[in-house]
């Protein structure tokens, strides 16, 4: 089994089209998303509609969350984008499809389980907000172990935009350093990040993604371009979108 594991989608509709295409060349089973499908981006009523057309599941991200039913602890660029979000899909709520996507997004769970994976978008103690950065690894290793004590074996986590490997140690492996796979072993417990599909936050503006492989016991991360420039001119058009949030898809920020 085949397993690709998107996150952080966050409205870009060019970076997770190019996704899917590349997933649908690599012979992968099913897709899974770990939430943040919207917020920030031009195309939040696109991506929701692949996402429910094209994942096994969704969780819901703290955007997610924001967009349906508050934005909390936003900066005034990410709230202006929440509710500008929700527009969106009240705009269409006189056509069924639209609905159905907002009914969608209302169905989506905070955590969620795969062969010996823990799946959910912020950490396992706080699901939908906490973040789990590389330099915690370093620098908060109380934290690092109260978290993984809450982890058997496997945890996928999304939010932080920024791709690669935590280990029990704990340590912190960006892809790069793994040669692009990190193949498990038995006296490791691991958390992994797929990074994000449509808002990357490690300097490096292609998308992210991993897939998992059963048969080869290892996580396989993925980096493709996009027309990104296309995306950030949608974001300059669009007034209530900050243009600092089309500033930083440029820069990988
Ligand atoms: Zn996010």
């Given at each position: ?40 981006g ?9 996402v ?8 819901l ?31 269409e ?6 609905e ?9 769970r ?7 994976f ?28 109260q ?22 140690e ?20 691991v ?49 209530e ?12 920020r």
């Amino acid at each position: 089994m085949r397993t690709a594991i998107i996150s952080d989608i966050h409205g870009n509709v060019e970076a997770l089209t190019t996704v899917l295409a590349d997933i649908d060349s690599r012979k992968v089973d099913r897709v899974i998303c770990l939430g943040d499908i919207l917020g920030y981006g031009p195309d939040p009523v696109d991506c929701v509609e692949l996402v429910a057309q094209r994942c096994e599941w969704s969780l819901l991200g703290n955007h997610d969350y924001g967009a349906l039913y508050e934005p909390t602890n936003f900066n005034a660029a990410a709230e202006q984008a929440a509710y500008w979000t929700r527009d969106q899909f009240k705009r269409e709520q006189d056509d069924d499809e639209a609905e159905r996507r907002w009914e969608f997004l209302g169905t989506l769970r905070v955590r969620s389980t795969f062969d010996s994976f823990l799946c959910v978008h912020g950490s396992p103690r706080r699901p939908i907000n906490e973040y789990i950065f590389p330099e915690d690894a370093i620098n908060s290793p109380v934290k690092m172990s109260q978290i993984f004590e809450l982890v058997d074996r496997h945890c996928f986590v999304g939010h932080t935009h920024v791709p690669g490997v935590f280990t029990n140690e704990p340590d912190f492996y960006p892809p790069t350093d793994l040669g692009g796979v990190y193949q498990f072993n038995d006296e490791e417990r691991v958390i992994i990040n797929p990074g994000s599909v449509g808002q990357p936050r490690d300097l490096d503006p292609r998308a992210s993604y991993a897939i998992h492989d059963e048969t080869a016991n290892a996580v396989e991360f993925h980096r493709l371009e996009y027309d990104v420039e296309s995306v950030v001119q949608k974001i300059y058009a669009i007034p209530e979108l900050n243009n600092w949030l089309g500033d930083r898809l440029l820069e990988g920020r």
